[in-house]
T-cell receptor, first 113, second 116 residues
Framework: GEDVEQSLFLSVREGDSSVINCTYT??????LYWYKQEPGAGLQLLTY?????DMKQDQRLTVLLNKKDKHLSLRIADTQTGDSAIYFC?????????????FGKGTSLLVTP | GAVVSQHPSRVICKSGTSVKIECRSL??????MFWYRQFPKQSLMLMAT?????????EQGVEKDKFLINHASLTLSTLTVTSAHPEDSSFYIC????????????FGEGSRLTVL
C-alpha cells in the first residue's frame, strides 16, 4: 500500500508546544486523520482534515496540511503530561477504498514535567 | 456518540485452539467494519474489510482460512483466529465508519490475544 511516514519519538516539556509531523505518498488521499493511542488502549480519533483544507483548529490542536508536499502536522499547544501517548497519522481515499485507513507507524510523545 | 465495542479485551489460549473476537456497533448500523492488527510498537495493519451479508475482503498476505470473518448482522462482525499459534499473538482492533461524509471511523477498544 501507500506509505505514511512519521518520526518515531518526540519529547517535550510540560507547557511547551508539540509538533508531530507526517508525510504520505498517496495523492488520492481524501481524508487525513490523527489518532491517539494510550498504553494498552484502542485508538481515539483526535481530529481529521479534508484534503481541500489547509488548516483546522480544535481547541489545543492545530492540523496543518500541505497537499503539494503531502505533509501533515499536528500541533498540540500547552502540552500536558496526559498528552503522553502514541499519535498515529492516517489517510484514506475515502469511498474509493471503502474508507480503509492507511496508518503511519506512530509517534511516541513523551511529556516531561 | 457512536461506540464500537470489542470482546474480549484480553484472551490467552493454548496453541492449536481457536479464538473468536466480537466487534459490535452499539448505537448505529455498520454495513462495513475493518479489522486491524497491531504488533508491539508498530502501526496498525489492515487485515480485512468485513461486509455485512457477503464475504470479507482480505488484504494481501492475510490468510483467509486462518482469520475467519463473519458479518452476520448490521451491528456485529466476528474475527475467528483458527488453530492459533504464538505468532498470532497480537492486538486486534476493529473499526466501523460512522459518517460517510467524513469517513470518520470509530475504533473498538482492541483485543489482546496471547497464544501460549
Amino acid at each position: 500500500g501507500e506509505d505514511v511516514e512519521q518520526s518515531l519519538f518526540l519529547s517535550v516539556r510540560e507547557g511547551d508546544s508539540s509538533v508531530i509531523n507526517c508525510t504520505y505518498t498517496d495523492s488520492s488521499s481524501t481524508y487525513l486523520y490523527w489518532y491517539k493511542q494510550e498504553p494498552g488502549a484502542g485508538l481515539q480519533l483526535l481530529t481529521y482534515i479534508f484534503s481541500n483544507m489547509d488548516m483546522k483548529q480544535d481547541q489545543r490542536l492545530t492540523v496543518l496540511l500541505n497537499k503539494k508536499d503531502k505533509h501533515l502536522s499536528l500541533r498540540i499547544a500547552d502540552t500536558q503530561t496526559g498528552d503522553s501517548a502514541i499519535y498515529f497519522c492516517a489517510e484514506t481515499e475515502g469511498s474509493n477504498s471503502g474508507y480503509a485507513l492507511n496508518f503511519g507507524k506512530g509517534t511516541s510523545l513523551l511529556v516531561t514535567p | 456518540g457512536a461506540v464500537v465495542s470489542q470482546h474480549p479485551s484480553r484472551v490467552i489460549c493454548k496453541s492449536g485452539t481457536s479464538v473468536k473476537i466480537e466487534c459490535r456497533s452499539l448505537d448505529f448500523q455498520a454495513t462495513t467494519m475493518f479489522w486491524y492488527r497491531q504488533f508491539p510498537k508498530q502501526s496498525l495493519m489492515l487485515m480485512a474489510t468485513s461486509n455485512e451479508g457477503s464475504k470479507a475482503t482480505y488484504e494481501q498476505g492475510v490468510e483467509k482460512d486462518k482469520f475467519l470473518i463473519n458479518h452476520a448482522s448490521l451491528t456485529l462482525s466476528t474475527l475467528t483466529v483458527t488453530s492459533a499459534h504464538p505468532e498470532d499473538s497480537s492486538f486486534y482492533i476493529c473499526s466501523a465508519p460512522v459518517d460517510s461524509n467524513t469517513g470518520e471511523l470509530f475504533f473498538g477498544e482492541g483485543s489482546r490475544l496471547t497464544v501460549l
